[in-house]
């Protein structure tokens, strides 16, 4: 049992009979009078009575929650909480008080008049998720039954096991950032190599071997040349990205959503959701106070888990960028493509170089978004060496780089949004 904030009508209900029930049976007592006498001892016993049908009725009921595991930022979550009287007595008043930390709202409180023995009821609430992405709880619930008389309160906090949401970080449009062109001719410019597959383009001709169809047959090459041959057709190209964030400790500039870092992961979200729906394959690498490494693979899977990394990463990462860029260099071969995401516009030019020359070696082409957080760093802020503009390193290297300055428009817009969306759900609320 914990404790709660005491109810003033209960307190004084709870009072009134017993000083009325003191009062009669002291009275009884004096005037001789038996009525007086077992009034008194009747309003004692229906107290006690009251408080021993409140507490098993309360140990009696079972709580359950189901909510959805994932959602993505400015969505609404359905959470439903199903109470069970598993006792043999009917309970009364039930509140339920339940929390979802990423709506930056109050609690929310249900109250179940009555709960007949053996039977259930669902209470069910809406929630935005208002807070950006991460992993936010739900609960722990806060219950309080009540007796028959309404002068008892029985309350308990409960912890449901996997009572947490996995908020998704949102794509920006890139086409609003003026990157969709440069993404696009990455993409085309590393498809992998034509080869043999299922596709509609003729790749060219090869000899017919036993098992394989006869409607692939090119019959006035097999005329010609002597033997069977039949069309070998092209399978799509699709690229493999791998897709590097830069979340070491001490790059975070801006606050909330609207920080370089937030840009950053919602512009990887890009990325994915760009890439994943031309059915390309896509990893990841990053360091956000746990270290990230996803193989460049396809699929609905591969969505989930590269935005479950974007949902739990952190601007704590402990491993330099050059560094985590060298050590999964081995993720690259001919045809990759690398794209690299700087939250910040000062780099050091010389382990930035290394890194990437290390794939470059391994036949990966790169490019480069910068998100420019100039305008994020406070005023007072001097570097003791001036380091280099990441695109001027890149431009010397013919690394095609391009800064995201437009994207702190977007974030401003989105922010204004989610405000108008909590300010509706308090309206409604009141």
Same mark, same amino acid.
């Given at each position: 049992?914990?404790?709660?904030?005491?109810?003033?009508?209960r $307190?004084?209900?709870?009072?009134?009979?017993?000083?009325?029930?003191?009062?009669?049976g002291?009275l009884?007592?004096?005037?001789?009078?038996?009525?007086?006498?077992?009034?008194?001892?009747?309003?004692?016993?229906?107290?006690c009575?009251s408080?021993?049908?409140?507490?098993?009725?309360?140990?009696?009921?079972?709580?359950?929650?189901?909510?959805?595991?994932?959602?993505?930022?400015?969505?609404?979550?359905?959470?439903?909480?199903?109470?069970?009287?598993? @006792?043999?007595?009917?309970?009364?008043?039930?509140?339920?008080?339940?929390?979802?930390?990423?709506? #930056?709202?109050?609690?929310?409180?249900?109250?179940?008049?009555?709960?007949?023995?053996?039977?259930s009821q669902?209470?069910v609430?809406?929630?935005?998720?208002?807070r950006?992405?991460?992993v936010?709880? !739900?609960?722990?619930?806060?219950?309080?039954?009540?007796?028959?008389?309404?002068? +008892?309160?029985f309350?308990?906090t409960i912890?449901?096991?996997?009572?947490?949401?996995?908020?998704?970080?949102?794509?920006?449009?890139?086409? &609003?950032m003026?990157?969709?062109?440069f993404?696009?001719?990455?993409?085309?410019?590393?498809?992998?190599r034509?080869?043999? /597959?299922?596709?509609?383009?003729?790749?060219g001709?090869?000899e017919?071997?036993?098992?394989?169809?006869?409607?692939?047959?090119?019959?006035r090459?097999?005329?010609?040349? /002597?033997r069977?041959?039949?069309?070998?057709?092209?399978?799509p190209a699709?690229?493999?990205?791998i897709?590097?964030?830069?979340?070491?400790?001490?790059?975070?500039?801006?606050?909330?959503?609207?920080?370089?870092?937030?840009? $950053?992961i919602?512009?990887a979200?890009s990325?994915?959701?760009?890439?994943?729906g031309? /059915?390309?394959?896509?990893g990841l690498?990053?360091?956000?106070?746990?270290?990230?490494?996803?193989?460049?693979?396809?699929g609905?899977?591969?969505r989930?888990a +590269?935005?479950?990394?974007l949902?739990?990463?952190?601007?704590?990462?402990?491993?330099p960028?050059?560094?985590?860029?060298?050590? &999964?260099?081995?993720?690259?071969?001919? @045809?990759?493509?690398?794209?690299?995401? !700087?939250?910040?516009?000062?780099?050091?030019?010389?382990?930035?170089?290394? #890194?990437? #020359? #290390?794939?470059?070696?391994?036949?990966? &082409?790169?490019?480069?978004?910068?998100?420019d957080?100039?305008?994020?760093?406070?005023?007072?802020?001097?570097?003791?060496?001036?380091?280099?503009?990441?695109?001027?390193?890149?431009?010397?290297?013919?690394?095609?780089a391009?800064?995201?300055?437009?994207?702190?428009?977007?974030?401003?817009?989105?922010?204004?949004?989610v405000?108008?969306?909590?300010?509706?759900?308090?309206?409604?609320?009141?």
């Amino acid at each position: 049992m914990t404790s709660q904030e005491p109810d003033p009508g209960r $307190s004084w209900r709870l009072g009134l009979l017993i000083a009325f029930g003191l009062f009669t049976g002291l009275l009884g007592v004096l005037l001789r009078n038996p009525q007086l006498t077992a009034l008194g001892e009747a309003i004692a016993v229906a107290l006690c009575v009251s408080y021993l049908l409140g507490r098993v009725s309360a140990a009696s009921i079972v709580y359950e929650r189901r909510s959805p595991r994932q959602a993505c930022e400015e969505d609404w979550i359905s959470v439903e909480i199903v109470v069970h009287n598993r @006792g043999r007595l009917p309970a009364w008043r039930i509140e339920v008080k339940d929390r979802f930390a990423a709506d #930056a709202l109050f609690e929310r409180v249900d109250l179940v008049w009555r709960l007949g023995a053996g039977s259930s009821q669902r209470l069910v609430f809406e929630r935005p998720c208002a807070r950006g992405r991460g992993v936010f709880p !739900l609960g722990p619930l806060e219950v309080t039954v009540s007796d028959p008389l309404g002068v +008892f309160r029985f309350s308990r906090t409960i912890h449901l096991p996997g009572a947490q949401v996995v908020v998704w970080p949102v794509a920006l449009p890139l086409e &609003s950032m003026g990157l969709a062109r440069f993404f696009a001719q990455a993409l085309a410019g590393e498809g992998e190599r034509p080869r043999p /597959g299922a596709g509609v383009q003729p790749l060219g001709l090869r000899e017919h071997r036993a098992g394989q169809p006869l409607q692939r047959i090119h019959w006035r090459a097999s005329a010609r040349l /002597g033997r069977l041959v039949l069309t070998e057709r092209e399978s799509p190209a699709l690229a493999r990205l791998i897709v590097a964030l830069d979340l070491e400790r001490g790059r975070l500039r801006g606050v909330g959503r609207r920080s370089n870092v937030e840009l $950053s992961i919602r512009l990887a979200a890009s990325v994915l959701e760009t890439a994943a729906g031309a /059915g390309h394959a896509c990893g990841l690498v990053a360091d956000g106070k746990s270290a990230w490494a996803l193989p460049a693979l396809a699929g609905a899977t591969q969505r989930a888990a +590269f935005l479950d990394a974007l949902a739990h990463l952190l601007p704590q990462g402990e491993t330099p960028i050059t560094t985590l860029l060298a050590r &999964s260099a081995t993720l690259a071969e001919p @045809g990759t493509c690398l794209v690299l995401v !700087l939250p910040h516009w000062f780099v050091e030019a010389g382990p930035l170089v290394d #890194a990437l #020359a #290390a794939w470059r070696a391994r036949g990966a &082409s790169i490019v480069v978004f910068v998100v420019d957080d100039r305008a994020l760093m406070a005023h007072e802020w001097v570097a003791p060496v001036a380091p280099d503009e990441a695109i001027e390193v890149l431009a010397q290297l013919g690394i095609p780089a391009h800064p995201v300055g437009e994207a702190l428009g977007l974030a401003e817009e989105e922010d204004e949004r989610v405000r108008g969306l909590v300010a509706g759900t308090k309206g409604e609320a009141a």
